[in-house]
């Protein structure tokens, strides 16, 4: 009875305890202040994918510390049994050439490889959603703005058709206006809330997790040499260390069975082919990495542009705000002029961030091409 009324006690505490808690944060709301670079580490962290790659990285690990032993144990015993289907002579002169080793080594590296594409992907995801969400906040602003100045005008248009001046034909259409800036400002707190809910989905964060994002739009540093960067894809590029892997093991195979079937056997002739045919295609698939960089360098560079024009729009927004502002207070011009006027350098500074954030994905992509490549 005693231990009853012992853990009915406990049970009450801790209840009591969660409540107490509950109340106390309640009225506090957590939010979570990221910048772009601690939203990237976060999103690494949390990784789940990232995780079973190590995983798998250790499995491939354990394989090839399995082939080395194999080899090696029938080096030393000058018995091969690894595979009964196939002629002993060419497993013993596989395991020479230390074939099976080689192939778990390939394996490992690959799978080191694709981790790394998985973090670089990572890093292209994070950015694009945290810069999504920085444009939806400004889109949302930009609908304040718009109805703010949308609401003004129509109260100056009640009022003059109170006095006589304007007529009932343009009351209904400032009431029409009116009624589009309050539906695009709800569109774009929606659109705002799910930028969020989109990049805590990447951050492997909570979907309702409140965010404050800390980073503005940043320019990056884009140094590039083309001729050397295509020259460095051919060896770094996992689709290329990947093809010429199975290359090597092509062609090892072929020398391999070269010792025990000679050159008039269907054997042989079926290697010796195997060996040309990939040969052709690491030849043509080098034009399609060429391809490849060469068409995301230009898309750099045509980004570079779309930012220095955004920046002279800017420019224009500004000096045309400061003429209409000039002309209003001068008598000349009317306050929706301004007004407009004000909505348009807002509306250039939006799509001087939206160029910004293209061309740093556009320089991420060219060097994950560089770097990495495709993974299938």
Aim: cysteine-free; charged content about 30%; aromatic content about 8%.
């Amino acid at each position: 009875m005693r231990k009853v009324v012992i853990s009915i006690l406990l049970v009450f505490m801790t209840l009591l305890t969660s409540i107490l808690t509950y109340a106390d944060n309640s009225g506090e709301e957590n939010i979570k202040k990221l910048s772009l670079d601690q939203a990237i580490d976060e999103a690494i962290k949390n990784s789940t994918e990232l995780k079973t790659i190590d995983l798998d990285i250790e499995i491939k690990e354990i394989e090839l510390d399995q082939a080395k032993h194999s080899e090696k144990k029938y080096k030393d015993s000058e018995v091969v049994m690894i595979n009964p289907m196939e002629d002993s002579s060419v497993q013993k002169f596989q395991i020479d050439k230390n074939m099976y080793s080689k192939k778990a080594k390939y394996a490992l590296e690959e799978e080191k490889i694709k981790k790394n594409y998985k973090i670089e992907d990572l890093k292209y995801k994070v950015t694009a959603s945290y810069y999504a969400t920085l444009q939806a906040r400004d889109y949302l602003n930009v609908a304040n703005d718009n109805l703010k100045n949308v609401k003004r005008n129509r109260d100056e248009v009640k009022k003059k058709f109170d006095l006589g001046v304007a007529s009932k034909s343009d009351l209904l259409m400032a009431d029409i206006s009116l009624n589009e800036a309050n539906v695009n400002l709800e569109k774009a707190k929606t659109d705002l809330e799910n930028a969020y809910r989109r990049l805590n989905m990447v951050l492997n964060y909570p979907l309702d997790t409140k965010l404050e994002l800390t980073s503005n739009f940043k320019e990056e540093e884009f140094k590039a040499d083309l001729n050397k960067d295509l020259g460095k894809a051919y060896e770094q590029r996992f689709d290329m260390i990947q093809m010429n892997h199975n290359y090597e093991i092509v062609k090892l195979d072929f020398e391999t069975n070269s010792i025990k079937y000679p050159e008039n056997t269907y054997v042989y002739k079926t290697k010796q082919r195997n060996v040309a045919k990939i040969e052709s295609v690491l030849a043509d698939y080098k034009k399609v990495v060429e391809f490849d960089i060469r068409s995301k360098y230009d898309a750099v560079i045509n980004a570079k542009k779309q930012i220095e024009l955004a920046k002279a729009n800017v420019e224009k927004a500004k000096e045309g705000l400061r003429l209409r502002e000039l002309s209003y207070n001068a008598g000349v011009g009317t306050l929706l002029e301004v007004q407009q006027a004000a909505n348009q350098l807002y509306s250039t500074n939006i799509s001087l961030s939206a160029a910004v954030s293209n061309y740093n994905l556009a320089v991420l992509d060219y060097n994950k091409a560089v770097n990495i490549g495709n993974i299938d």
